[in-house]
């Protein structure tokens, strides 16, 4: 097997990897990256320095590089591709939208393009439960939920989705669509809930909440999620939609309070400050048609999902202290005060 990752140093994108590296022997893996803010070839050191030139090659470079991907594809043969390259933070996109309409909308169509002229037999393309907008009090988001995306971040990703179904019915190109509800687990960029939690609770210091914390969120540990997408790629038909999600909804609130009960924290340290512009109040997903289909389910509770991912930051504050860069500090501290 013969695969392209693109954003492979971002989170889930080098947590796939690893995946692949841990289930497959007969594979070369040639991971496209553009090694932004979130992007860390420090989460694949032991690949590096395990398989490469053998059965990994890492090229820096835009997904949105017509010449560089077409010329990627060409020399390393490949067959499948799994994109997830992407601009992912909400509050991101809301401080400036540009960069995801590039990298998200431009950039997926480039890949798409490049894949069908070098007759890629299998195109994974990654996308979020962000697309179908924001549920009330019952419910859950199923893969014919019409896309109502409520930021640009969201937006953009459902341009993608568009993109990638077009592709499908236009040419009959093998495109297969995934949406996933909050990943969490190592090598998370520590602008997100869990791994912003911890930072600032071992440093003492207050933690954002939004509004008054009772928004919802589905959340999948990273490997379930890698887990999906394995078997997407395998099993999955040319032009399907497939949700993956943890069957475990909390509120952030709860999220937060379980991060400080684990490290022995106090919950004075919660400061709630002014919601975001279009903060969707709940996602939860219907994962049944990627049960019946594929055999997907999760395998590890949140509970137990959350106490891996907080261990691994405990045991890795170098990691920590190697990506704090200072356009990292300089945005959340803008964002959310410091």
Known sequence: MRILVTGGAGFIGSNF??????????LVVVNLDKLTYAGNLANLLDIEKKYKNSKYFFIHGDIANRELVAAILEQYQLEVIVNF????HVDRSIFNAYPFVQTNVVGTQNLLECAKKAKIQKFIHISTDEVYGSLGKEGKFSESTPL???SPYSASKAGADFLCRSYFKTYGFPVIITRCSNNYGPFQFPEKLIPLTFLRAMKDEPIPVY????????????EDHCYGIDLAMQRGKPG???NFGGNAEKKNIEVVKAILDFLGKPHSLITFVKDRPGHDFRYAMDFSYAQKELGFSPRISFEKGLEITLKWYQNNLDWISQIQSGEYL????TWYGK
Request: charged share 20%; hydrophobic share 40%.
């Open 211 to 222: 509004g008054q914390g009772e928004n919802v969120r589905d959340w999948i540990f990273v």
């Open 330 to 333: 300089t945005f959340m501290e």
């Open 148 to 150: 109502a995306p409520n």
């Open 85 to 88: 390259a992407a601009e992912s």
């Open 17 to 26: 990897i690893h995946y692949l590296f841990k289930h497959y022997s007969d």
């Open 240 to 242: 399907a939609i497939y």
